[in-house]
């Protein structure tokens, strides 16, 4: 079993940046490929990131990639988003999940863990 835990969310203005972290129970965190998901009331939770369990492979969407950054650090069994520029069409609840077999992935269906989300919401 796997919990994930995020925090870091809140209110920025337009352009400011924040990080996220996901904390992640487990002794076997290294193993894991993870991934970053968000979701805005009415709409489906859309893919933001991954990571390769090394760290060494990421994946972006293409409406982050240049301002956001997944990295991971296993001593630690944490995952962060550093999150930059950041606009208003970036608000949303941000949830990390991970993935115990396969590679990486940009469908949420592909993770079976997830975290109980995090609210961020850029001001315009």
């Known amino acids: 079993q796997v919990q994930l835990v995020e925090s870091g969310g809140g209110l920025v203005h337009t352009g400011g940046s924040l990080r996220l972290s996901c904390a992640a129970s487990?002794?076997?965190?290294?193993?894991?490929?993870m991934g970053w998901f968000r979701q805005d009331p009415g709409k489906e939770r859309e893919f933001v990131a991954a990571?390769?369990?090394?760290?060494?492979?990421?994946k972006y969407a293409d409406s982050v990639k240049g301002r956001f950054t997944i990295s991971r650090d296993n001593a630690k069994n944490m995952l962060y988003l550093q999150m930059t520029s950041l606009k208003p069409e970036d608000t949303a609840v941000y949830y990390c999940?991970?993935?115990?077999?396969?590679?990486?992935?940009?469908?949420?269906?592909?993770?079976?863990?997830w975290g109980q989300g995090t609210q961020v919401t850029v001001s315009s």
């Open positions: 990571i390769s369990w090394s760290g060494l492979s990421t």
């Open positions: 999940a991970a993935r115990t077999v396969g590679t990486l992935s940009v469908y949420r269906y592909d993770y079976a863990y």
């Open positions: 487990g002794r076997t965190f290294s193993s894991y490929y």
